[in-house]
Every structure is written in C-alpha cells, then in structure tokens.
C-alpha cells in the first residue's frame, strides 16, 4: 500500500518563498501521476499544480509563472517550488498520488502541510 510523507511547509513573508516535499512509499512510483492540492478553510480541495508519469506538467492559472513542479523518480518524491508568495497562497497543501489502471487504480493522499504567507 502506498503512503505519502509531506514537508516543508510553514510561515513566509509576501513575496518569500517555499519548497514542499512528498515522499513516496510502496508501489512503483515512477508509474504514477503526482499531484499537489490545496484546501481553503470551509472550502473544497483543489487541485494546484500535476505532474504525470512522462513529466507533463499542469498548473492552475494562479500560480502559473510562480510555482514549479517537479519529480525526483529514483527518490521517490515530490517537491513544489513556491516563489513570490501571496497571502492568497495560505492553504493547507496535500500531495496526491494516482496509480495507473495496470497498478490498480488507487488515488493516495498524503496528511498535509500547512503554507501560511504572512506579514
């Protein structure tokens, strides 16, 4: 069974930045597409910047030109390069793993880490 490990969250200045990591246990991870999401208080998860088996990446319009995604498949992880952060950017991040049908199927989520962008 897979289990997803995040950090690097944490508190930053407007316009500072953040690097968040996830960890990938079980499973062959090179097969997956990655996501990362976020959720607003009271609101619904969303998804924030993916990442698929053959490296496409997709990032929703308001972070493009500011966030990059990225894939380390002989680490096994994740990582979200967050720059020029703004206070709409506060959000509880979750990392996302999909597994391909030969695989199972399986969506995973990791537990979360908070990304509060304050002055």
């Known amino acids: 069974q897979v289990q997803l490990v995040e950090s690097g969250g944490g508190l930053v200045q407007p316009g500072g930045s953040l690097r968040l990591s996830c960890v990938a246990s079980?499973?062959?991870?090179?097969?997956?597409?990655m996501a990362w999401y976020r959720q607003f208080p009271g609101k619904q998860r969303e998804l924030v910047a993916s990442?698929?088996?053959?490296?496409?990446?997709d990032y929703t319009d308001s972070v493009k030109g500011r966030f990059t995604i990225s894939r380390d498949n002989d680490k096994n992880t994740m990582s979200l390069q967050m720059n020029s952060l703004k206070p709409e950017d506060t959000a509880l991040y979750y990392c996302n793993l999909k597994q391909p049908i030969f695989q199972g199927g399986r969506e995973y989520w990791g537990q979360g880490t908070q990304v509060t962008v304050s002055s």
């Open positions: 990442i698929s088996s053959h490296y496409t990446r």
């Open positions: 079980g499973g062959t991870f090179s097969y997956n597409d």
